[in-house]
């Protein structure tokens, strides 16, 4: 895969899960684990976390 795609499919990616505040769009599970999903073509970003403070680092 070329590097300035792959790049750029995370900078995608990343505007549209968590990074852009989109709280709304995540997918919350029993435990508070929540998880953004983005696709893009035949790539598949995940990304899941479990936490409950805002995080200041």
Do not use: P, W
């Not at 895969?1 to 919350?28: C, H, P, R, W």
């Not at 035949?42 to 403070?53: S, T």
């Amino acid at each position: 895969m070329d590097i300035a795609k792959l790049k750029q499919f995370l900078v995608n990616a990343k505007k549209n899960t968590y990074a852009s505040g989109g709280e709304s769009k995540a997918k919350t599970f029993f435990d508070g684990t929540k998880e953004y999903i983005f696709n893009e073509g035949n790539l598949k970003y995940v990304d899941r976390y479990k936490c409950h403070e805002k995080f200041n680092g």
